[in-house]
């Protein structure tokens, strides 16, 4: 079986938790692609996770933070289990706080942030009104691995009333935002 992990922001597809995931399952193979969060629109980042599902003939995602936001977005076209590490629930408001915290927003900057929250008005809330529903589809396991003490998101909870039709949900204490304890979860 082919797993894709999409990282998070700051991050690349040769990451920490790209590795713990290769050396957790031996017996699958895990294809971790770099995202230019930074130069690419959120509808690029997408296109490139669609086609890296077709090329790879990916039957799972796990998708950390920000990368998790976008393996929630990815099921309007992924059927197949789906793991959402501590994932970015307030996109938008995340981006302003923690990306572009900087300084003044540039005109690319500003750019940027209102290509996520067109992104995030047609995409991930399309994917959480069908959640909400009940309409989720039943080959797409929804699955979140959520850590109690996110120094960065904070409170994953009010994530969970976004995605009441999930499958699991495991929760750890002592591992913060970056969360590297995959070998306690069992993503099978």
């Known amino acids: 079986m082919t797993i894709m992990y999409i990282h998070g922001y ?14 957790m399952l ?13 130069h690419c629109t959120p ?14 003939d990916v039957r799972m995602i796990v998708g950390s933070s920000f990368g998790g936001y976008h ?3 990815a099921t309007a076209c992924f059927h197949g289990p789906v793991w959402a590490v501590n994932p970015a629930r307030d996109v938008v408001a995340t981006i302003g706080r923690v990306i572009l915290a900087s ?8 750019e940027y942030l209102n290509a996520y929250k067109e992104f995030d008005s047609k995409v ?7 959640n909400q529903s009940g309409r989720w589809p039943a ?37 913060g935002h970056r969360f590297l304890r995959f070998e306690e979860i069992d993503l099978l």
Not at 26 to 38: A, G, K, L, M, N
Not at 103 to 110: L, R
Not at 124 to 130: D, E, H, I, S
Request: glycine share 6%; charged share 25%.
């Open 124 to 130: 991930f809330r399309r994917q959480v009104q069908l």
């Open 71 to 73: 393996a929630l977005c």
């Open 139 to 175: 080959d797409t396991p929804l699955n979140f691995a959520l850590s109690t003490d996110d120094e960065l998101l904070g409170d994953h909870r009010p994530l969970l009333d976004l995605f009441p039709c999930h499958d699991r949900v495991v929760w750890k204490d002592g591992c």
């Open 26 to 38: 031996p017996q699958h193979r895990v294809v971790s692609p770099t995202f230019d969060y930074d």
């Open 10 to 23: 700051g991050s690349n597809g040769n990451a920490t938790k790209g590795q713990l995931l290769r050396t």
């Open 103 to 110: 300084g003044p927003a540039s005109p690319e900057a500003a």
């Open 43 to 56: 509808w690029q980042i997408q296109t490139q996770i669609r086609e890296t599902i077709e090329k790879e």
